[in-house]
């Protein structure tokens, strides 16, 4: 069965540090990967996505995110957290069907 | 600027009531999707549309309804037979090979 796993349900991070979210995927063939993010109370907005191309993906807000074949992950990573980076983040797989890991909070404290 | 409008924001629904969600797109999108969203459980799939005059039940489509008949609305009805609505809904479009694009989303609660 097709499957995006977000191992951690919530990741805290102090401003200045840099962050990672995990993900990791088991998708059959040639998989799209994709990160988003979710405010409160709001939808989700595209970050950042990988087809094919060179492994580290780089996206909005100064987010990247690097695609491990061999590990079957899509870390999304950014160098430095700012507080307003706190959210809701979600990585998204799709082959012929769009399939939601469970989402990840990311919490960054001041 | 282009993009996902859904409507209402809040909506409050009786015992026994259907009540519609609408969602329409200035994009030009030729797929459509509705997902609900309860906290712990990320996403959940309830219908989606490739094309207009044409719907897919997606993983939870019982208790749910849509209707495509142009290219830019997808309405949702939640019907009675919906035993649990309380949820966050999402409504998103897409072109293939692209990610998504999400509306603001309507928070429904049973009164």
């Known amino acids: 069965a097709q499957s995006v796993a977000q191992p951690e349900d919530q990741v805290n991070v102090a401003e200045g540090n840099p962050l990672t979210v995990k993900c990791t995927y088991s998708?059959?063939?040639?998989?799209?990967l994709f990160w988003y993010v979710q405010y409160p109370n709001r939808g989700l907005q595209f970050l950042l996505k990988y087809i094919t191309g060179d492994n580290l993906v780089k996206g909005s807000y100064g987010f990247e995110a690097e695609f491990n074949k061999s590990q079957t992950s899509f870390h999304l990573k950014k160098p430095s957290a700012l507080v307003s980076d706190s959210a809701l983040y979600f990585c998204?797989?799709?082959?012929?069907?769009?399939?939601f890991g469970t989402g990840t909070r990311l919490k960054v404290l001041a | 600027d282009g993009g996902i409008t859904q409507s209402p924001k809040y909506l409050f629904r009786k015992e026994g009531q259907n009540v519609t969600l609408s969602c329409e797109q200035n994009?030009?999108?030729?797929?459509m999707y509705w997902y609900r969203q309860d906290p712990g459980q990320g996403l959940r799939l309830i219908y989606y549309s490739q094309i207009v005059n044409d719907f897919q039940k997606g993983d939870i489509a019982e208790g749910y309804s849509v209707s495509r008949e142009k290219k830019e609305s997808f309405p949702l009805t939640v019907t009675s037979a919906q035993k649990n609505p309380t949820a966050f809904y999402l409504c998103a479009s897409s072109i293939p090979g692209a990610g998504y694009t999400f509306g603001s989303g309507t928070r429904l609660t049973v009164v």
């Open positions: 998204a797989g799709r082959t012929y069907k769009y399939i």
């Open positions: 994009l030009n999108h030729d797929a």
């Open positions: 998708v059959s063939g040639n998989p799209y």
